[in-house]
């Protein structure tokens, strides 16, 4: 059952949907050669190193600029981050963007410079600064990126 576990932890992958209908998967193989950064990230009186790429920078795969600040139409982007459990967790897509923010918001894969305990699964979503863990998603399936429009449309 172990072996079993590992096996599909390797083959993880994650489901990515941008504003436009642009989809994309990303393996486990291309997101461990992506850029990463790291943090220390506190919950139930625990520290630990979490280690990852941006979230932002997965969402680049499906059409999300990062050569530039996240502006005009694209301040009512959400970002829906969904887990194999049906957990589900939402940011504002200039949340995510390192010009607006400096809270790094991470895909991590490492913890403490271990892979993830099992019941976080293959990734797990960090957000720096956040007080409590609830948007800590454990087992990250699919990301999506919605446009709200305008009002009243
Ligand atoms: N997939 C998934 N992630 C989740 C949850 C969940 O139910 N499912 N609960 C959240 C909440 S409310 C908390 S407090 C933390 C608890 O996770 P931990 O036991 O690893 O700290 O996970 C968060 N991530
Ligand atoms: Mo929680």
Do not use: C, W
């Not at 059952?1 to 486990?28: C, F, H, N, Y």
């Not at 007080?131 to 009243?152: C, F, H, K, N, T």
């Amino acid at each position: 059952l172990v072996l079993l576990q590992a096996a599909t932890a390797a083959a993880a992958d994650i489901q990515l949907k941008g504003a436009r209908g642009e989809t994309a998967t990303l393996s486990a193989t291309e997101f461990a050669a992506m850029p990463r950064v790291k943090f220390t990230f506190a919950a139930h009186g625990e520290s630990h190193d979490f280690e990852g790429p941006r979230l932002i920078d997965l969402l680049a795969k499906v059409g999300v600029p990062t050569d530039k600040p996240i502006g005009g139409a694209a301040l009512a982007n959400v970002v829906i981050v969904t887990a194999s459990d049906g957990y589900r967790v939402t940011f504002g897509l200039a949340e995510l963007d390192p010009a607006t923010r400096p809270n790094r918001v991470i895909v991590a894969d490492k913890s403490d410079g271990q892979p993830l305990r099992d019941k976080d699964g293959a990734f797990k979503l960090v957000a720096e600064g956040d007080l409590r863990p609830a948007r800590s998603v454990r087992m990250v399936q699919s990301i999506e990126v919605r446009d709200l429009g305008a009002a009243g449309r």
